[in-house]
Every structure is written in C-alpha cells, then in structure tokens.
C-alpha cells in the first residue's frame, strides 16, 4: 500500500488478521491491538447511536456516557459530556460537509495548530495531559457507527501523515467487524427480537430502556398510547419530552405514559397501576439483561399493553397474570436468547431450578418450546 513503511503495513496486517478474534466486547478489543501493535497510550472508542447523528447534537453529547477507553478517566468524559462536547473540534455537527465525509481526521484538518491552542477544547486535551488528538470514524452502509479518537502527549509530537493513511487504510476493515459486533450484541438482538414478535401483534409492546426511554413500539401500543394520554391528569413535567427523549413523533403521547406509569410498574412488575387507564388497560413488564457491545451490562424491560376489548385480551391477561416475579424474571432471560445455564448464573440461582420455572411457565401458557411459547405472547386472536 502506497505510503505506509514495511514496518507499519506489516504491524496493519496482524491488527486486521485479530480484529475478528474476540468474544468479548470488540471495542475493548480494537484498543487493546491498538496499544499492542502501535504504542498508542490514552485512546477512546465511542459507539454512535441513531442515524445521520451529526444532525443531532443531544445524541452526540449523550453518547459520551457510554464508551471504553484506555487512560482516560470517567471524570474527564463526565467533564466532557457537561461542556466540551460543544467545544470539540472534531465533533460531526460543526465541521464541514466536505470533512464530515473524511475516515480520519487530524486537528490540522480543521485549523492550524496555532488557532487549535486558543481553544477551549485544547484546554480539555491539556487537563488530560494530552496535546495532539487524531479522530477515525467508522462508518455501515454511509452512517456513522462509532469513532475511535488517539491521544498524544506534547513530547510525541502530532500524528504523522503515514498515522493519518494507517487508518485511513484500517477504518474499512474495521468498521466491517464493528457492524458484525453490533448486530450480535444484546441491544441490536433485543430490538431485532422485538421487531420480529412484537411488530404487527394485536397486543401493546413497547421497549425501554434503562432510562425509561422507548426504544421500540408497535403500532397498537402507539394507538393505545393516545388514548392512555388522554386518561392521564396535566402533569408540566410531560411538556418538554420531546427534548429529553428521543421518541418520534408518533411516540409522544406513549412516552407520556411510560413517564408517568413505567417507573413504578418496572419496580414493582406488577400490572396493577392506580389510576383510570388500569380500567381499560393493564400492563405487563418482563426485564430483559444482557451485554451490550461495550461488554457492559444493559438492561431493558418490555411492557405488554394489553386492552379490554376482546376475549383473546382477556385470555393473555389471565396468562400473563398468572406468572409469578421469579417466572416473570426467567421469561425476560428466555426473551433475551439465554439458555438454562446463563439464566441460572444471571438471576445466582441453580439450574434445576431454572428448568422448573419453565416447566411451569410452559405449562401455564399450554405450550413445548421457546418459539411456541414467543408465538403465543404476539396474542394472535
């Protein structure tokens, strides 16, 4: 490849031959060959979320809660996150279209190195005893998935040109295994799942996630969600949820629900919520756990909606009822894809004791297997 040393293409060669070895979180893998193979010390791998995300600046600030790095401290990220996020140079929102398509970019893409010390994000760089940063992005499909930001002390001076190619070179390769490691973790497989039972059911469900924020619902939830809305008494901390979650349009009204119900039903996971929507409705919550591409636990919750206006409501009403906490817990394993023995070493208990919760959870709703039994919850009257 033209431009890079024997030296460097050969170390590019073994980075790119590991990159698919690992079964842990691939963002901690793609630091660890970095530090390996090139000496790099203080690096960051940040996950995106959401398409077209330099639209968006709140996404790109919220993003910074959630990320692996090698010497850099949670303190400094919460530091960036609260204030530099704004001020950050290499941030998608504020360069030009014509860099925003760049692989790789380096502080004298942007500006002069001279412009780059007068700003507030140097001051950042500096309380992090770094000087030079240098920013790859990692792009599926022509939307941005991840970035992996390098760090350099004054001493080391800035990025070489043959840095810059070196991954100008790597993103593609690993950008190709990024997306692999995303649509196996739990977040994409839960919400692949969700899409795949829950998408046309005739029942209400809908996805949250830690922060009590949507991340899937199906159209009948939605439906429900207007009409719930309306049922609810004015409450002025539901006038600004647009801004503080990111729901489309159509999932307004639901949030609003969720906001005000889906608190206290995910800790109590009991389906009965005082108020007048529990007179036409009631709600199911089963916790869902897993890793998620940065190796770090994630939980989610699915909350089943389900109405008064048929028998067949009426009869996964009665179902799902019926389950106790325990047997609630093992369905949201069994949802999440784990077998009997991740289910037992989850909820600390034996695997003996995970087989009689699905007996009986077979048993209750009248079913043999796992696809059975995730047909029988779509409530296909």
């Not at 008494?233 to 906001?259: A, G, H």
């Not at 709600?283 to 008064?308: A, K, M, R, S």
């Amino acid at each position: 490849m033209t431009g890079l040393s024997d030296k460097m293409l050969g170390k590019m060669l073994d980075v790119i031959y590991q990159l698919p070895n690992t079964t842990g979180s691939f963002p901690r893998h793609v630091i660890h060959l970095l530090s390996h193979y090139f000496g790099y010390h203080t690096i960051q791998v940040c996950p995106f979320e959401g398409e077209e995300t330099y639209k968006d600046l709140r996404n790109y600030e919220l993003r910074s809660n959630t990320f692996v790095s090698l010497n850099i401290k949670h303190s400094d990220m919460k530091r960036y996150n609260e204030y530099y996020a704004k001020m950050d140079i290499f941030n998608l929102s504020r360069v030009s279209p014509e860099l925003r398509v760049k692989k790789v970019l380096a502080i004298r893409d942007i500006m002069p190195y001279e412009e780059f010390v007068e700003t507030e994000y140097y001051e950042f760089l500096m309380s992090m005893n770094v000087h030079y940063e240098m920013r790859a992005f990692l792009k599926n499909e022509n939307r941005h998935i991840a970035a992996i930001s390098l760090y350099k002390r004054k001493e080391e001076g800035d990025f070489t040109d043959e840095e810059v190619l070196l991954f100008n070179y790597m993103s593609d390769y690993i950008s190709k295994q990024f997306a692999i490691a995303m649509q196996q973790n739990f977040s994409s497989m839960v919400r692949t799942w969700f899409d795949n039972f829950f998408g046309d059911s005739k029942m209400g469900a809908v996805l949250l996630d830690d922060n009590m924020t949507i991340q899937r619902s199906n159209e009948r939830a939605r439906s429900y969600g207007e009409e719930m809305s309306n049922m609810l008494p004015p409450n002025e901390k539901t006038i600004y949820l647009d801004k503080l979650y990111r729901v489309s349009d159509q999932e307004i009204s639901l949030q609003r629900v969720m906001f005000e119900v889906g608190l206290k039903l995910i800790q109590s996971r009991q389906e009965h919520i005082s108020g007048d929507i529990t007179h036409k409705f009631r709600f199911f919550c089963i916790p869902c756990t897993g890793e998620n591409i940065l190796g770090n636990i994630e939980n989610y919750n699915l909350v089943l909606i389900v109405g008064d206006e048929s028998s067949g409501n009426k009869d996964i009403q009665n179902l799902m009822a019926s389950l106790t906490a325990r047997e609630r817990d093992i369905l949201g394993q069994m949802i999440s894809k784990n077998d009997n023995e991740a289910i037992a070493e989850s909820l600390n208990i034996s695997i003996y004791t995970v087989r009689t919760h699905v007996a009986n959870i077979y048993k209750k709703f009248g079913v043999n297997s796992r696809v059975e039994l995730l047909l029988k919850m779509r409530f296909e009257p």
